[in-house]
């Protein structure tokens, strides 16, 4: 069996993805998810950061900052969205989102249809 990295914090996640599309039904906007995340998630113990800012060098200047939707325990992005389906654009913003993060976990959320569609994405350790 392969070694899932973070697996329970990607576990809660995605139960509380599904609590949330669940109680609320698909199709709203991202927002409203979002917000609803950061309720479950906190609820269930964890820790949760709502578009937390990191600023984004290149050649050592400042260029802008990247905004991601929620960092759960400090060690996984969880970016929920509303899409027919997820495409190679999300996950290279995922790809991006933990380069400039540091972090080594993203996990995509679609809560378009009655049933959570989710993708993980995964920073190679190096």
Known sequence: M???IHRETSEAIIGAAMQVLNELKPGLDEKLYENALVIELKKRGHRVEQQRAFPVYYE?????????DLIVDNAVIADPKVVTAFNEN????MIGYLAITGLHLSIL???KCAKLEWKRVVREQS
């Open 90 to 93: 999300h996950i290279a913003q």
């Open 2 to 4: 392969t070694n899932i």
């Open 109 to 111: 959320l679609n809560f």
């Open 60 to 68: 050592g200047q400042l260029i802008g900052t990247l905004i991601p």
